[in-house]
């Protein structure tokens, strides 16, 4: 019973194009959504985060929108460069605020 | 400044043997959180501490592991007796203030049980 959702393994992008990753989540109670980023052989890095209260939050070429009606949030990336492959991660703040749930992540490529 | 530091990076062992995963936080962060990372489950949080203090350890998945905390900059996951199923990427990370401040991970430690 995953409560946060990556449907998609993989995604290939071509240099300066828009990558969208997309993730949904089940408890309408969470109200707070981190996005990682994570190199082979690295940990994963914060990336950015939304809280429920925004529906949008930017920082540089990346944008997270959050739809709470429908229980989903995406990551913009534009333009996307070959730096940005690696594997993406949602995640949502836990109901009792005390921890991380992840999803399972995307594999983003980027080729030039 | 230095990360968090996890070792050793890559531990193998053979089934039935002890396994001690290292963490050293941030300095300064009081919550620390171990993980793990596989191809089915994806990334598990196992167990979390503030202040020293196991706090939920829900997500530890049987009695084989335990984790301590003796100190601040300080902390192993202990699997006794290791099993090839516990064959994983383990990951521990730490933050100033809990979940809400982003978690600063180390680079893990891939261990695997023959």
């Known amino acids: 019973d995953q409560q946060v959702k990556q449907n998609s393994p993989s995604l290939s992008v071509q240099e300066g194009r828009i990558s969208i990753l997309n993730c949904d989540y089940t408890n309408s109670m969470f109200d707070y959504f981190l996005w990682y980023k994570k190199y082979p052989a690295e940990g994963p890095t914060f990336l950015i985060s939304?809280?429920?209260?925004?529906d949008k939050n930017e920082d540089g070429r990346f944008t997270v929108f959050l739809n709470k009606s429908a229980k989903h949030l995406s990551l913009h990336i534009v333009p996307s460069q070959p730096g940005d492959s690696a594997v993406y991660f949602c995640a949502a703040i836990n109901q009792a605020g005390t921890a991380l749930i992840f999803g399972k992540g995307t594999t983003l490529s980027v080729s030039s | 400044d230095a990360g968090v530091i996890q070792s050793p990076r890559h531990e193998v062992t053979e089934m039935g043997q002890e396994v001690t995963l290292r963490c050293k936080p941030i300095?300064?962060?009081?919550?620390l959180f171990w993980y793990r990372q596989t191809m089915m489950r994806g990334l598990e949080l196992l167990i979390y501490?503030?202040?020293?203090?196991?706090?939920?350890d829900s997500g530890m998945p049987e009695d084989r592991f335990s984790a301590k905390m003796p100190n601040a900059s300080f902390s192993t996951l202990k699997i006794q007796p290791s099993e090839p199923r516990d064959s994983a990427v383990y990951f521990c990370?730490?933050?100033?203030?809990?979940?809400?401040?982003?978690?600063?991970f180390g680079d893990g430690t891939r261990l695997s049980i023959l």
């Open positions: 300095s300064g962060h009081d919550y």
């Open positions: 939304i809280s429920s209260i925004k």
């Open positions: 501490f503030n202040n020293n203090v196991p706090i939920d």
């Open positions: 990370a730490s933050s100033n203030q809990g979940a809400y401040q982003p978690q600063h």
